[in-house]
């Protein structure tokens, strides 16, 4: 059994990774019911929550079926982290994770996310001060290091669960990669064999299949997987991992009938949350990911990303049910 502070995960949990613009709550949902053990939101600006944005507000929405789920908040400023944290508070999470790692431009040059991977001390102190502020549990999501020259992973975990953070996912590049090559998970090992280490370490980056689950589990003896670009179109992949760890087996790949299904359920949870305009337009980005490497789709494809309503994609989607039945997925 992993614990995160005192929620009680099976071993080897799966993580759903927070994805800008990807774990909204319905996406959440769906990994949810197929064997994510816990979610995390899209990450939140603080200084954007303290402003009351519309955009940033929303994305702290949460069903109750998603549960255990982190809403996960980035920023840089002491003061602007400890509000935001009265905020989200409001909104009843089981976890409060901070993004330690995002290395996109627009948030690095403010210090934040894998920014603050330049001061250590910030970064520190800062997880401090956001665990003093709150009863619940304080998770942090960061990289390896800036570059390759400043990788101090091992140092950086055990301060910061010395300071009373309660789990640490670690994805398996530094800043200066960005996504590029390959994700090195052995310094995540590192951290885990540490002696001094008694809070759960959970891996990152380039899980794309239950082999490479498997791998982070037994050769590098983490404690759990998080699970980002692999979910996108296949919430599935939770438990085709699972299903792999108990039988040696992969899964089927999930019928035509299925995908359809996901859209159809995605889409009207999108619609219910946000309304029409917005549920159709924010789907977009989903929906056609559950058709991707079917043979003569793109006229469909095109098709779903251009309809404004959602009785014409409810209507393109009962097309493709009938025009693909029994389509085998290899």
């Known amino acids: 059994m992993v614990k995160i502070g ?79 944290i009265e905020i989200v508070e409001a909104s009843k999470p ?9 290395p996109v431009k627009k948030v690095v040059s403010k210090g934040a996310g894998a920014g603050i991977l330049k001061d250590i001390d910030l970064m520190v102190s800062l997880t401090e001060a956001m665990v003093k502020h709150t009863k619940l549990p304080i998770t942090v999501k960061t990289r390896l290091g800036w570059d390759d020259d400043s990788i101090k992973i091992v140092e950086v975990a055990e301060r910061l669960q010395d300071v009373g953070c309660k789990a640490i996912s670690i994805h398996g590049r530094t800043r200066a990669q960005l996504y590029k090559g390959d994700a090195n998970w052995a310094p995540i090992a590192e951290v885990k064999n540490n002696q001094r280490m008694h809070i759960p370490v959970f891996g990152n980056g380039d899980v794309t299949t239950p082999e490479d689950a498997m791998r982070m589990r ?41 995908r359809v299904s996901a859209a159809r359920r995605h889409l009207q949870m999108s619609l219910d949350w946000k309304g029409e305009r917005l549920g159709v337009f924010e789907t977009r980005r989903h929906y056609t990911n559950y058709f991707r490497g079917i043979k003569d789709f793109k006229d469909y494809r095109i098709k779903m990303v251009t309809t404004d309503d959602s009785e014409g994609v409810f209507d393109i989607l009962d097309e493709v049910a009938l025009k693909f039945k029994g389509y085998q997925f290899d």
């Open 218 to 258: 037994d050769e590098y003896g983490l404690d759990g997987c998080m699970i980002g670009r692999a979910a996108i179109g296949n919430p599935w992949f939770f438990n085709q991992v699972k299903h792999f760890f108990n039988t040696g087996e992969h899964m089927k790949l999930p019928t035509m009938e299925q």
């Open 94 to 102: 089981d976890i409060i994770d901070i993004n330690f790692g995002c």
């Open 6 to 84: 005192d929620i009680e995960l099976p071993d080897f949990p799966l993580l759903l990774a927070p994805m800008e613009d990807v774990s909204d709550p319905p996406f959440r949902a769906l990994c949810k019911e197929e064997g994510a053990d816990v979610v995390y939101t899209e990450f939140i600006s603080s200084e954007g929550l303290i402003r009351d944005a519309a955009k940033s507000v929303m994305k702290l929405d949460i069903y109750e079926k998603e549960r255990p789920v982190g809403i996960q908040i980035f920023g840089a400023v002491l003061e602007s982290m400890l509000r935001t």
